[in-house]
T-cell receptor, first 112, second 114 residues
């Protein structure tokens, strides 16, 4: 099946700093989603971005499908940005193109 | 608009008991997914329904697990008998029928089997 690698595994920032999270995947995809899992365990949908660039406030994401990677940018980080950020993809190949495969996540800690 | 609704939010029970987790997908979504999150294995797909029909149950760990979708607005995931290793967070997600659409996740059920 498709492989998803996220980096870095852990990231500690001071409030106000910017950061870039990366997601590499091993096959062509028809779905790529970025999630934020908050300290209460909720999975918050940030972006649906199988290709291209999107922005939502301080967050933006870019997926370069031909090179099989996606980037999540967080600008002017706040303590409420803390949590785990997951990249999840559904590969085109094979019979399970509906199935989201999750990376292991990036644990982000933003200190005041 | 109401999102995916899961109940209960938390469940603590003793091993050997039957556990039933419930999910109400977003109205109009005809694809439904159950995922499990553990420290060891991360987030994994358990079962996928399309138009109330189970399409892929290859992720269901063993016969103690069963899932049903009797209608478009309700699904259950049942564990009988439950074991301590079933302790995890169980998420339900739904998606419109078209393939190129995001999956929307519920808040999850945190299950602890003592």
């Amino acid at each position: 099946g498709i492989q998803v690698e996220q980096s870095p595994p852990d990231l500690i920032l001071q409030e106000g700093a910017n950061s870039t999270l990366r997601c590499n995947f091993s096959d062509s995809v028809n779905n790529l989603q970025w999630f934020h899992q908050n300290p209460w365990g909720q999975l918050i949908n940030l972006f649906y971005i199988p290709s291209g660039t999107k922005q939502n406030g301080r967050l933006s994401a870019t997926t370069v499908a031909t090179e099989r990677y996606s980037l999540l940018y967080i600008s002017s980080s706040q303590t409420t940005d803390s949590g785990v950020y997951f990249c999840a993809v559904a590969g085109i190949s094979g019979g399970s193109n509906y199935k989201l495969t999750f990376g292991k996540g990036t644990l982000l800690t933003v200190n005041p | 608009d109401a999102g995916v609704i899961q109940s209960p939010r938390h469940e603590v029970t003793e091993m050997g008991q039957e556990v039933t987790l419930r999910c109400k997908p977003i109205s109009g979504h005809n694809s439904l997914f159950w995922y499990r999150q553990t420290m060891m294995r991360g987030l994994e797909l358990l079962i996928y329904f399309n138009n109330n029909v189970p399409i892929d149950d290859s992720g269901m760990p063993e016969d103690r697990f069963s899932a049903k979708m009797p209608n478009a607005s309700f699904s259950t995931l049942k564990i009988q008998p439950s074991e301590p290793r079933d302790s995890a967070v169980y998420f339900c997600a739904s998606r419109p029928g078209q393939l190129h659409q995001p999956q929307h996740f519920g808040d999850g059920t945190r299950l602890s089997i003592l």
